[in-house]
């Protein structure tokens, strides 16, 4: 028996095509918390300026926009986006770029249903559990170093992998010590 599983999480679905779109909304809706759909990218560009969004599904191929250029406007506002492209063509070059910006994965159309269930599914989860792991990251940092997150954030990655570390051998120590409390009471 297949669990429904909701997750608390924004999908933005965007295609030119308002039956797939249609189609996605009633199908995926029960996964997750929010759901936008467009048939423009300029506007899913709105609807990603004032919300969170988790898991970004969008055509490749659109008039005006591509879903390339749509993921890249995205990410300045939303950066931990999850992407999933539909697309008819599977141009090597153009497969490569949305690779490189991050892509979870591609879904031919017309799509198998069960496979796009699966796929948005599966980001959800991804985007979901990366978001729990940045929060106690977070939690940790702020508790166990001297540093803000921004602060922390704007270190290159090899510091803040130093700053982990060392956050870890004090938290490390803290609770060998409590174990040591325990004992001895």
């Not at 250029?69 to 497969?95: H, Q």
């Not at 702020?142 to 803000?148: E, P």
């Amino acid at each position: 028996m297949e669990m429904n599983i909701q997750y608390d999480a924004t999908i933005l679905f965007v295609d030119d095509e308002s039956a797939i779109l249609d189609v996605l909304r009633r199908s995926l809706a029960k996964f997750a918390a929010r759901v936008f759909i467009s048939d423009k990218p300029q506007e899913a560009i709105q609807i990603a300026r004032h919300n969170q969004i988790e898991v970004l599904v969008t055509d490749l191929k659109m008039p005006g926009m591509g879903g390339i250029e749509l993921l890249k406007e995205v990410k300045l506002t939303n950066p931990n986006v999850v992407s999933i492209f539909l697309t008819a063509y599977g141009e090597k070059p153009v497969v490569q770029s949305a690779m490189r910006l991050g892509a979870y994965d591609f879904v031919d159309k017309p799509f198998v249903h069960k496979l796009m269930v699966a796929c948005v599914r599966g980001a959800l989860e991804k985007a979901c559990n990366e978001r729990i792991n940045r929060q106690i990251m977070e939690l940790f940092i702020s508790h166990y170093s001297k540093l803000d997150m921004q602060k922390f954030y704007e270190l290159p990655y090899f510091e803040r992998e130093r700053v982990i570390k060392a956050a870890l051998g004090v938290a490390s120590m803290k609770i060998a010590t409590q174990h040591l409390h325990k004992k001895a009471g």
